[in-house]
């Protein structure tokens, strides 16, 4: 049953860590001179494998940590040192160094083909720079999460709600970049990653915590 609470605890949580406007800059040069109808198909492409690649991390979820031998305490700990790393390096964004991101996805697409163009809306427009670690990771932890709480459909509806949300902002992203400016896309990129830092610092004490609980259980156990 959709519950209206869960559902805006998934959503802004993932809009805090896997919203694109980090990717508008490289994707705006990306698609500079191309035609309009080719920019909307790449952007139709983009958001398709942004949904299938979240849709089967929440169904795999934590079966791909048991294939790994891996408990979900320690993947809350790797996935809050991951969130923790990319706030931080989000909080310490200049506009400078936005550029030199930039510039350098731009010379790893010049000179591609038709072909090339349509397969960088996977990589790299979807993946890393719309959907990257910290999201699937976060996406891992909520599916366990929604399991548990039976709330999978509010996770599903937060997922189809963030690629929207995406696919709108890579739609209008020429008239968003001249509203805000680079200065406002800093301060926009600031905020999100205070958001993706202090959700990495949950994860890292609900991990801590996990491991806590059953360190406790097993010094507790009768002999």
Known sequence: MFDLSSFQHYLMRLLAIGNSVTALGAFLMLTQAMPRRKVNRLILISSFACLVTLFLFILLGTRILDFFGIS????????????????????????????????????QTERLSDSEVYSTAVVPIAIPLTVGGATLSAVVLFSETATRTNSLIDLHAAVIVLVLVNYIIFRFSSKIMAFLGSMGVVIFIKIMGLFTLSIGIQFLAQGIGSFYLKYRELVTAPL
Not at 85 to 106: A, P, R
């Open 72 to 107: 979900v305490g320690a993947f809350q700990i790797t996935g809050g040192l991951l969130l923790g790393q990319i706030g931080l390096h989000m909080l310490n964004s200049n506009s400078n160094s936005l550029g030199d991101e930039i510039d350098e996805e731009i010379k």
